[in-house]
């Protein structure tokens, strides 16, 4: 049995709380358990805002059981070849919100991907080319076609697992950057640092969050 705690914190004061995972792994099959979005009321109160309960079998199909919302999400994946080139896909519908996603990834080799998402019944649809360069440094383009606007993600490993990464969304000039950090922790823990930067409101000081992790096994 594993179990994972976070805690969030944040600058702006409002970004601050606990989450909690727990999961066992009975035969082929995942469960887990999650309480995420925990938030602080006060210096010692915690308001338990979301309770999540998985079941999932890699590779197959996960369902997600939102206890708080009274939500169930299906998703089921699989993975083929077309003229040696394999393909992944998902077919992901959640309940309460009447919505249906399709995800489907074409892999070229170990370097290059091209990704598309749609929406069923819209026109929210997005294409993603992902460029890995002397597999380390991945570049990330993504046009989104009902909002006709382009984003850009770069991220480099360094440091023998750390991961900075940097986004850009054109359309409402956020650029963010996180820096995903295991290297001055233990082996079972990550610190991730981000900060985002509203480009259109000049350079100002950036919002803060930092969040860490600890994972533990029974």
Known sequence: MNAAVSFIGGTNGNKKGLSATLA?????????????????????????????????KPGSFIIDFDITKKDVQFQFM?????EGKQIN???THMRNDHRTVLDGTLVFDTAN????????????????????????TTFEPCYDLEKKSWDLAVSRRILGGDLIKANYETLS?????????????????????????????????PKLSVQSMWNFQA
Request: aromatic content about 12%; glycine content about 8%; overall charge negative.
């Open 78 to 82: 699989n993975t083929f070849k077309v």
């Open 24 to 56: 066992a792994n009975p035969g082929d099959l995942k469960l887990r358990a999650s309480l995420s979005d925990t938030n602080f009321s006060d210096g010692s109160t915690l308001n338990f805002d979301d309770l999540l309960l998985s079941v999932e």
């Open 173 to 205: 000039q956020v650029l963010g950057v996180e820096w995903s950090c295991s290297s001055l922790v233990n082996e079972d823990g990550r610190v991730k640092v981000l900060a985002s930067f509203n480009l259109a409101e000049g350079f100002h000081t």
């Open 113 to 136: 991907k091209l990704s598309a998402r749609h929406e069923l019944g819209s026109f929210n649809c997005k294409l993603k080319y992902s460029y890995v360069h002397r597999g380390s």
């Open 89 to 91: 896909w998902s077919y």
